[in-house]
């Protein structure tokens, strides 16, 4: 039988709660059973604001590393779900994430139509408005004419510091005051990705992209090794076979993912390792564990947080959801401080940048299409290989939401989807 979704669907709670049901019984059946998600999950924007508030405004973001705000006065701004904030370093050398919107009128303290660069330095900042002028830990310094104001006290009127962390190099904020630290959430990884010293390396490329995908298909398509051999035959796969690669077990905070090189290719690396030389681009990074230095590992942090290690660099994605069908990507790679002091180290990235380039041009590719398929009527939900465990392990994190948010249906029956699908055809 296919289904495809009913445009008559009822109602935005009948609707919420069907995928929900549909999410919960592919978790629940285990991957060998699994269905894919069903397209309303990646189309519906009732659907994304819900999971706004159940997941991005309950979980951490990350939005920056350290070395892109290395100095006091150094910020970057943007857009969260929403809200304008800038990141900055302090000249006590402490990272913040701020509100941007001004305690007086309301007015964004760093508009690009004013003439702020969405990344650069500062002294302190000035709302363009009215001339209040505030510090970099967003301390109000000045407000002119307020003398005659009864009871005006500056201490009472700095820019709202939202709860952030660093960790391993990376700036996380949340919206929620209650969520479990980074680093307890991130404790097991964090033993995992040490040898890597994230936090020493530097951002040495970043590339922007604007896309008409939703957040999820962005992070399946990432971590799936199954498309190695599909998409990436001339990119990823001869370098590392999808049927060779391997993903560990559900944790209820990431996904990891190992992509072993093929055999020949390591054969390659450790003659040239016999010789004292390196093989490809970057050094390898001293004191990797042996399994890591013939591997790339892909991880994704929930729900946002897109890691890769690698023998000689570091990959890492920053992607801000807009709406049901729209995401932000910055796609950056991270290197060692030995790395750009290699002779050939401008060489080498050119070849390492249009490394990236290329195969995430495939990858847009790829989710552009299935972002177009999730809006066909002809949709189906499909059935997942092995080489899917990650596709499963997401459904899992989702189901894990959709309960402690108090969101799983009282019983979701037989057919979950009741309300959203008809049956056609035979």
């Not at 962390?165 to 904020?173: D, I, P, Q, R, S």
């Not at 990436?232 to 796969?237: A, D, I, S």
């Not at 946002?304 to 890492?316: E, H, I, Q, S, V």
Request: glycine residues 6%.
């Amino acid at each position: 039988m296919t289904s495809r979704i009913n445009p008559k669907a009822t109602s935005k709670s009948t609707s919420i709660e069907a995928i929900n049901a549909a999410i919960l019984e592919s978790a629940a059946a285990g991957l060998e059973h699994a269905v894919t998600t069903p397209a309303i999950a990646y189309t519906s924007e009732d659907y994304f604001d819900y999971e706004v508030e159940t997941i991005f405004k309950q979980e951490w973001l990350c939005l920056a590393h350290v070395s892109q705000i290395p100095k006091p006065g150094h910020y970057i701004n943007l857009d969260v779900l929403g809200e304008p904030i800038t990141i900055v370093r302090g000249k006590d050398g402490v990272i913040r994430v701020m509100s941007r919107v001004c305690p007086h009128r309301a007015m964004d303290i760093m508009p690009t139509g004013f003439g702020y660069d969405e990344r650069g330095h500062v002294k302190g900042f000035m709302c363009p408005y009215h001339s209040w002028t505030f510090a970099l830990d967003g301390q109000l310094k000045g407000a002119p004419a307020m003398q005659k104001t009864c009871h005006f006290n500056r201490k009472d009127f700095s820019l709202v510091e939202f709860r952030s962390e660093v960790w391993e190099g990376f700036v996380f904020m949340t919206f929620n005051p209650d969520a479990e630290s980074v680093a307890a959430q991130l404790s097991d990884l964090q033993t995992l990705v040490a040898p890597w010293n994230m936090a020493e390396m530097d951002s040495v490329t970043e590339m922007a992209w604007d896309l008409d995908i939703n957040w999820k298909n962005m992070i399946e398509n990432w971590m799936e090794p199954y498309h190695h051999m599909g998409i990436h035959v001339k990119t990823l796969q001869p370098m590392m076979p999808a049927t060779g690669c391997w993903t560990d077990e559900y944790h209820p905070h990431y996904t990891r993912a190992h992509l072993p090189y093929r055999q020949s290719l390591i054969d390659a690396l450790q003659e040239a390792e016999a010789k004292g030389e390196h093989f490809g681009t970057f050094p390898p990074i001293p004191g990797l564990p042996k399994d890591y230095k013939y591997e790339w590992t892909v991880h994704v942090g929930y729900p946002d947080f897109l890691m890769l290690t690698g023998p000689n660099c570091a990959l890492w994605y920053r992607m801000l959801p807009i709406s049901a069908e729209k995401i932000h990507l910055v796609t950056t790679i991270l290197v060692t401080k030995a790395a750009q002091a290699h002779p050939d180290f401008e060489q080498h990235l050119a070849t390492e940048a249009q490394a990236l380039k290329d195969f995430h041009s495939e990858d847009i590719e790829v989710c552009t299409a299935v972002q177009r398929g999730f809006n066909s009527i002809a949709f189906q939900s499909g059935r997942m290989s092995y080489l899917e465990k990650p596709v499963h392990q997401i459904q899992c994190y989702l189901a894990d939401r959709i309960r402690a948010t108090g969101n799983a249906p009282a019983d979701a029956g037989p057919d979950p989807f009741p309300a959203v699908l008809q049956e056609v055809g035979a």
